[in-house]
């Protein structure tokens, strides 16, 4: 079992920046890929951001590439998302996950943490 608790979030002005945090405890000897996910108030959680274990592999979702930049220190156990340039679209619930393959896919993460609420006001 791995636990994951992000925090970071907050109240943001548009054109703002957050760094979300995700601490990753338990089975952290497992190499797992890490994701970050986001659900809107009305909308479905969507992918956000993925890393690969080894920070070999990274990607980001076409609407916040440019802006968004995921990171991760496996010493720390925890995995970063480095939010710039924020818009009032951001605004959502941040979820991280763990897992063993690296995607975009939600169902690939069978771990996942509370989320924390990001804000961006106009």
């Known amino acids: 079992q791995v636990q994951l608790v992000e925090s970071g979030g907050g109240l943001v002005q548009a054109g703002g920046s957050l760094r979300l945090s995700c601490a990753a405890s338990g089975r952290t000897s497992s190499r797992y890929a890490m994701g970050w996910f986001r659900q809107a108030p009305g909308k479905e959680r969507e992918f956000v951001a993925a890393i690969t274990w080894s920070s070999a592999s990274l990607y980001v979702a076409d609407s916040v590439k440019g802006r968004f930049t995921i990171s991760r220190d496996n010493a720390k156990n925890t995995v970063y998302l480095q939010m710039n340039s924020l818009k009032p679209e951001d605004t959502a619930v941040y979820y991280c996950?763990?897992?063993?393959?690296?995607?975009?896919?939600?169902?690939?993460?069978?771990?996942w943490g509370q989320g924390t609420q990001v804000t961006v006001s106009s």
């Open positions: 996950a763990a897992g063993p393959q690296y995607s975009g896919i939600q169902v690939e993460y069978p771990y």
